[in-house]
């Protein structure tokens, strides 16, 4: 099935350092999502989005819907070492209920 | 927030036997359940969309009779990997939407299927 391309793949920064990473799609949402996944655990809503151009902060994280519907930013600012995991952006179609997931992008903190 | 659970947490069955793997709503009713598969340093792939009272929908390349999803109950809904191979080792998770706004998925911790 489509999967949400994410970049990067994977990043190393020091504690207290933003962050930023972006999800990107060939197709058009109307919903954008951003969770967080734990080893061994599901993941954790941390955000949602639901109209283009929208930006939405939830604590040190502020999440952007894009213009085009086509593609979404995460920020995390001042990261801490409970940070570590991997975050996956979900869209959802108009209409619909499937999530379709990105590839993923795994934040590791150096403290 | 809305919790959903899933049991067993970690399976390991032999090559050929069946597996069954239970996802509830603890303080909610779900009137759709999502069940994925997640296999290591990869994303969560969607398997099938399961109703209440309804057969599952499954997406392409999901083979139904081996992944056999019930749901009888607006609070539970099961995932019977039948016969099962190596290949079918993986995290399965499953989710719930209480059909409030399309966002509200809340998801399972997930289960560890091993064939041995």
């Known amino acids: 099935g489509q999967q949400l391309n994410q970049s990067p793949q994977s990043m190393f920064i020091q504690e207290g350092e933003d962050v930023s990473m972006n999800c990107t799609s060939s197709?058009?949402?109307?919903?954008w999502l951003w969770y967080k996944q734990d080893p061994g655990e599901g993941p954790v809503l941390l955000i949602a989005?639901?109209?283009?151009?929208e930006l939405t902060s939830n604590g040190r994280l502020t999440a952007q819907f894009g213009i085009t519907r086509k593609d979404s930013f995460l920020n995390i600012s001042a990261s801490i070492p409970s940070d570590v995991g991997i975050y996956f952006c979900a869209g959802l179609p108009g209409g619909g209920n499937k999530l379709t997931f990105g590839t993923g992008t795994q934040l590791k903190v150096e403290l | 927030g809305a919790v959903v659970s899933q049991h067993p947490s970690w399976v390991i069955c032999k090559s050929g036997t069946s597996v069954k793997i239970e996802c509830r709503s603890l303080?909610?009713?779900?009137?759709?359940m999502f069940w994925y598969r997640q296999f290591p340093k990869q994303s969560l792939m969607l398997m099938a969309t399961?109703?209440?009272?309804?057969?599952?929908?499954?997406e392409q390349g999901v083979e139904k009779d081996k992944f056999l999803i019930n749901h009888a109950s607006l609070t539970l809904s099961t995932l019977t990997v039948t016969s099962a191979h190596p290949e079918d080792s993986s995290f399965y998770i499953c989710?719930?939407?209480?059909?409030?706004?399309?966002?509200?998925?809340?998801f399972g911790p997930g289960t560890r299927l091993t064939v041995t």
């Open positions: 399961s109703n209440e009272g309804s057969k599952a929908t499954y």
């Open positions: 989005l639901y109209k283009a151009g």
């Open positions: 197709s058009i949402f109307n919903t």
């Open positions: 989710s719930a939407d209480s059909g409030g706004a399309s966002y509200e998925q809340y």
């Open positions: 303080d909610f009713q779900a009137t759709t």
